[in-house]
T-cell receptor
Framework: ETGVTQSPTHLIKTRGQQVTLRCSSQ?????VSWYQQALGQGPQFIFQ???????GRGNFPPRFSGLQFPNYSSELNVNALELDDSALYLC?????????????FGPGTRLTVL | KQEVTQIPAALSVPEGENLVLNCSFT??????LQWFRQDPGKGLTSLLL?????REQTSGRLNASLDKSSGRSTLYIAASQPGDSATYLC?????????????FGKGTLLTVNP
């Protein structure tokens, strides 16, 4: 059974650019959530996708957007990058949207905005 | 709005000591609570998941308890080892308006000294 994978591992962008981060969910999981973790903080929920539809969203501006594909993999897109977007971006998958299900996290993508 | 607090923020202990990490949450209407471990710059490793109907879970030297009525959870680590050094995060899956996301605390940074 393959776990949650994310790519790339690290990337560096400049302010104003756009970035796309990718996540492959664990086999059999149809729900993907994205979290942003700033240095020294706990992860903050960005949004969740279930069967290619956004299922919930945290307190993030519209320049944070996402997609989920028929194979349940997902992308996080961030436009007009700001310095404060520098963080570890974590993807998590689960078997359904139920709050009783365990979340399984990937290794994360470290984004640095200069 | 669900808020999760972890105390202490940092803890340093000698090898072999038993220790307790604390987590509190403001809204007791949760689905489950997860404890995670995070090594520096890495993703999250799930340690224990406690369903809302359960009071504790055990895995090896780890024991987590949950008291929903008081909004508290503890993670007990027995016979600590230097390899236990990491940040430990507590997260709850809420009901109602936030049943689609995990809400995290800021974590406890644990250092176990040889």
């Amino acid at each position: 059974e393959t776990g949650v994978t994310q790519s790339p591992t690290h990337l560096i962008k400049t302010r104003g650019q756009q970035v796309t981060l990718r996540c492959s969910s664990q086999s059999g999981h149809n729900t993907v959530s994205w979290y942003q973790q700033a240095l020294g903080q706990g992860p903050q929920f960005i949004f969740q996708y279930y069967r290619e539809e956004e299922n919930g969203r945290g307190n993030f501006p519209p320049r944070f957007s996402g997609l989920q594909f028929p194979n349940y993999s997902s992308e996080l897109n961030v436009n007009a990058l700001e310095l404060d977007d520098s963080a570890l971006y974590l993807c998590a998958s689960s078997p359904t949207t139920s709050g009783y299900n365990e979340q399984f996290f990937g290794p994360g993508t470290r984004l640095t905005v200069l | 709005k669900q808020e999760v607090t972890q105390i202490p923020a940092a803890l340093s202990v000698p090898e072999g000591e038993n220790l307790v990490l604390n987590c509190s949450f403001t809204d007791s209407a949760i689905y489950n609570l997860q404890w995670f471990r995070q090594d520096p710059g890495k993703g999250l490793t799930s340690l224990l998941l406690i369903q809302s109907s359960q009071r504790e879970q055990t895995s090896g030297r780890l024991n987590a308890s949950l008291d929903k009525s008081s909004g508290r959870s503890t993670l007990y680590i027995a016979a600590s080892q230097p390899g236990d050094s990491a940040t430990y995060l507590c997260a709850v899956y809420g009901s109602g308006g936030s049943n689609y996301k995990l809400t995290f605390g800021k974590g406890t940074l644990l250092t176990v000294n040889p």
